[in-house]
């Protein structure tokens, strides 16, 4: 894994020298690292995006069962690795699925495991997700905990002279509350060890769950003496992906009042950003003669908030249809929406947009 890590930083120094900085406040996210090149959340997925010139890389966290912090896009780990195989009867079974769930593993356990690709089963198959991307086990990575990514990232923020950003969020904090666990706790106190501990410090916290972005902010920053820029992010009712307990049972968190007059101001209260799914602000309906924009940023900007939508991706079926293409849906998005930043698989694309749009401002 070093030597591949190595080789990636090497290979991939050429786009840094040609990526120039956008200069202005538009930003780019890197989303699980270069994902759409390598497979998610890796360290070499995370190098790959730091030299190709993002403001800001991300990094999902969740817990083990011996209490560290790994950067997993998921609570479990049957979707990009082959505990499966390696750990066949070590499941739960969710709606009648069989599930790994990471916080029934040590980290060293997790360690051992190979990572891969994302894939679904399908007919007890497994089908690569995305089959344009990085082919499925093939090479050598692994799931990194959350300090080793930040060593990596404020290791090459020190040998390069840069100053990236960490986006991290904090998974499903409802359901590690209900394993005994409290992994917003967790994950403050990591980054504070790290030194980042005030708005003015490169980072971005994020989570789905309101009920904790709000005791995030109202109860856990005044207690360790911290205050980070933080930002609620927000799902459809339906995903159920955040869940609360009502009358001793678990049900989906519901975010209708985001959506209605009011729901900014009130997410304000706690948050100083806003993380939607991007048909959210663009609707799926519109066409390229006629864009269908809600007021979500326009009432999230009034409210002092920044906007951060997901997920931009080339892959086939991911642009939609009233975008001519992929610079083209950023430019409706950066300049038309007036986001202020996105979240992308493909951050190399989305740098080198932002620098020629910036050139073109100057008349270079």
């Known amino acids: 894994m070093k030597k591949l890590l190595s080789l990636c930083l090497l290979a ?39 030299f190709m010139g993002v403001d800001y890389i991300e990094q999902d966290l969740v817990m083990t069962k011996d209490d560290k912090l790994v950067v997993l896009h998921d609570h479990y780990l049957d979707r990009i690795t082959d505990v499966m195989e390696k750990f066949p009867k070590r ?15 040590t980290l060293a356990e997790i360690k051992s495991l190979k990572v891969t690709e994302g894939f679904n089963i399908k007919d007890g198959k497994k089908i690569q997700g995305f089959s344009g991307r990085f082919p499925m086990f093939s090479s050598s990575f692994e799931v990194p905990t959350f300090e080793e990514e930040l060593q990596l990232i404020q290791g090459l923020n020190k040998s390069t002279g ?26 403050l106190n990591m980054l504070k060890k790290y030194g980042y501990t005030t708005k003015q410090d490169k980072v971005y916290l994020q989570c789905f769950d309101p009920n904790e972005t709000r005791r995030i902010s109202k109860e856990l920053f005044p207690k360790l ?14 995903w159920n992906e955040t869940m609360e307990k009502k009358n001793g049972k678990f049900v989906p968190y519901n975010y209708d009042w985001m959506f209605e007059k009011g729901g900014m101001a009130r997410i304000a209260e706690y948050a100083d950003g806003i993380g939607p799914w991007k048909p959210m602000l663009v609707k799926n309906e519109s066409t390229r003669s006629k864009l269908i924009i809600t007021n979500m940023v326009k009432d999230a900007h009034t409210n002092g908030m920044e906007v951060h939508p997901y997920t931009f991706r080339l892959d ?25 930043g996105v979240f992308t698989d493909f951050p190399d694309r989305a740098v080198n947009f932002l620098r020629r749009a910036e050139y073109q401002r100057q008349g270079l």
């Open 316 to 340: 086939n079926g991911r642009i939609p249809p009233y975008a001519a293409s992929f610079e083209d849906m950023l430019d409706i998005f950066y300049y038309t929406v007036d986001v202020d």
């Open 225 to 238: 003496g911290m205050q980070l820029k933080l930002v609620q992010l927000i799902a459809e009712t339906s």
């Open 12 to 50: 991939i120094m050429v786009l840094d020298a040609s990526a120039a900085v956008a200069g202005s406040n538009k930003i780019v996210i890197a989303h699980r690292g270069a994902s759409g090149y390598l497979p998610e959340h890796t360290l070499e997925a995370k190098a790959a995006a730091y």
């Open 162 to 187: 840069k100053n990236v950003g960490i986006y991290p969020e904090i998974k499903a904090p409802w359901f590690h509350r209900a394993e005994g666990k409290d992994i917003s706790m967790a994950a």
């Open 91 to 105: 499941f739960r079974k969710v709606n009648g699925e069989k599930r790994w769930f990471a916080i029934d593993f």
